[in-house]
């Protein structure tokens, strides 16, 4: 992978960029759908291209678990598998690790949890997390880590933070496949002491990337945007930075303000599967009422497939019918709109203009449409 800074925008930390990698050239900012199981829900390969997504992440805890990576490697990697020729990301597994899974017993080796799937007992290690993660081929992979839930103590977060460092150190010494580029994470909570200590041991391991991990997880858009203020800073700006999990388009835009590159959330196929659209007019519940005889698009300025084609009427039709074209058309939607979003933040920040065009993007889209 190669990272090229392009532009900053002269009124914010926010940049342009481009990743270079063996599937393609990925601009940035960029926003990442999420394809958890080596599939973004109810969308095939080429539905997301026409949607305008270069990169997605999928889910190396999940993929372990079925089909096995094995099984991928088998079937000549993920992009092969999945028949997706663009940017795969794969994460590491630590976060689903300790959110999914009821019982589980961390250590300083690694950690034992039970299988969703079957109840057998598993283990993953900073070793075998990344040994997954090069049998499934992904062009970006991500150390093992601790992520703490919020609130938690500080020593709970030092501890965590220190097991993040030395998990991230024993990833590198293992990590083999040179087409393949490895990315360390930066945690410690909420606590500037923790995040600043993490970050700079990190960088001391010159990692080919930096991702931030352990927010968007109840500490709310006020305190993530503090912790954003002073870690952002901190990671070399030569190199790709990445925000885990989030989100929300004022989380993201709040964060690319702040210099951040890459982003992945699984809200806009979420939403979409649950009725939920994100228009610049405000987020629609196609299951209102109100949209029973109403022929407009969902969004009368989008040009995605899902509006240049299909009422608002029709739309809340398929959902109460139950028919699963409904929630693929509003799930293409919103991804087209996360994209979208994010060509427009790429195109403020060449004009020096980003500030302008968040204030003015958000009032439109934080409106409550209902």
Same mark, same amino acid.
């Given at each position: 992978m190669d990272f090229r800074l392009i532009k900053t925008d002269k009124h914010s930390s926010a940049r342009c960029g481009e990743l270079k990698t063996l599937h393609g050239v990925v601009p940035t900012p960029v926003f990442m759908p999420v394809g958890t199981q080596g599939t973004v829900k109810t969308l095939t390969p080429e539905y997301m291209k026409k949607a305008g997504a270069s990169a997605i992440l999928c889910n190396t805890y999940h993929l372990s678990l079925r089909p096995g990576e094995d099984v991928v490697y088998n079937g000549g990697g993920l992009h092969k598998f999945m028949g997706w020729d663009n940017l795969i990301i794969t994460d590491s597994g630590g976060y689903q690790v300790f959110s999914l %899974?009821? @019982? $589980? !017993?961390? +250590?300083?080796?690694?950690?034992?949890? !039970? =299988?969703?799937?079957?109840? +057998? +007992?598993? @283990? @993953? %290690?900073?070793?075998?997390?990344?040994?997954? /993660?090069?049998d499934l081929g992904a062009d970006i992979i991500m150390a093992f880590d601790e992520c703490v839930p919020y609130p938690c103590e500080m020593d709970m977060a030092r501890t965590a933070m220190e097991r993040t460092v030395d998990w991230a150190k024993r990833c590198l010494s293992v990590h083999t496949r040179e087409d /393949? $580029?490895? @990315?360390?994470?930066? /945690?410690g909570s909420v606590f500037k002491e923790l995040r600043i200590e993490c970050a700079e041991k990190l960088i001391d391991l010159n990692f080919d990337g930096y991702a931030i991990g352990g927010l968007s997880v109840g500490e709310g858009r006020v305190l993530m945007n503090q912790v954003l203020d002073y870690i952002v800073g901190y990671l070399p700006s030569n190199k790709p930075r990445y925000l885990m999990g989030v989100g929300f388009p004022g989380d993201i835009l709040d964060a690319v303000e702040r210099g951040v590159d890459m982003f992945d959330c699984i809200i806009p196929t979420r939403n979409g599967r649950n009725g939920s659209a994100f228009t610049l007019?405000?987020?629609?519940?196609?299951?209102? =009422?109100k949209y029973k005889y109403d022929n407009l698009p969902l969004d009368k300025e989008c040009n995605c497939y899902t509006c240049k084609n299909f009422s608002r009427s029709y739309l809340r039709h398929l959902f109460y019918a139950k028919e699963v074209l409904g929630l693929a058309l509003l799930s293409l939607h919103n991804i087209y709109f996360f994209t979208e979003m994010m060509r427009m933040v790429r195109e403020s920040i060449m004009n020096n203009e980003f500030l302008r065009f968040k204030s003015e993007f958000l009032s439109s889209v934080e409106k409550n449409a209902a």
């Open positions: %899974s009821e @019982f $589980t !017993k961390v +250590s300083d080796n690694g950690v034992e949890f !039970k =299988s969703p799937v079957d109840g +057998s +007992s598993k @283990f @993953f %290690s900073p070793e075998i997390a990344v040994k997954i /993660q090069e /393949q $580029t490895l @990315f360390g994470i930066v /945690q007019e405000g987020k629609r519940n196609i299951l209102n =009422s």
